[in-house]
């Protein structure tokens, strides 16, 4: 199952800083910042659970994340995933001369990951590196 035409927003969260405090490559910073918040309704059109891990797509890139449901809705079409590098794959690098991305506002598809995994930090930096 597949949703098209959401806008993705990503921004800093109090989970993903506190988890920060431990590590960057800890298990606790992959479950703060490896997730994608969907609206409760469109979380029902996926036809999955929480947690399963969804592929994220923009036209800058793709990434694999947890799904959870916003608790703070409803914001129907929008998603959020929290900064950190598994967002980092998707924004869009050009900073229009301000030295900073656009981290807000972006096209995105989501697909239900029927296989595979969420890769911590040091795996998706590798991935990286190697492609």
């Not at 806008?7 to 606790?28: D, F, H, P, S, Y």
């Not at 999955?48 to 959870?68: A, M, N, Q, R, W």
Request: hydrophobic share 40%; glycine share 10%; proline share 5%.
């Amino acid at each position: 199952m597949s949703l098209n035409n959401l806008i993705l927003l990503t921004g800093r969260t109090i989970n993903q800083g506190v988890a920060l405090e431990g590590g960057k490559t800890t298990k606790e910073n992959v479950r703060a910042a490896a997730i994608c918040t969907f609206d409760k309704d469109d979380f029902k059109k996926l036809d999955c659970l929480v947690g399963t891990p969804v592929k994220v797509i923009t036209d800058h890139g793709e990434v694999v994340v947890y799904s959870t449901i916003s608790e703070e809705g409803p914001h129907p079409g929008i998603i959020f995933i929290p900064m950190g590098p598994w967002a980092n794959q998707l924004v869009n690098p050009d900073s229009q001369a301000c030295g900073t991305p656009t981290y807000k506002g972006m096209k995105a598809k989501v697909e239900v990951m029927r296989s595979g995994r969420v890769l911590d930090a040091l795996e998706l930096m590798k991935r990286l590196r190697e492609a």
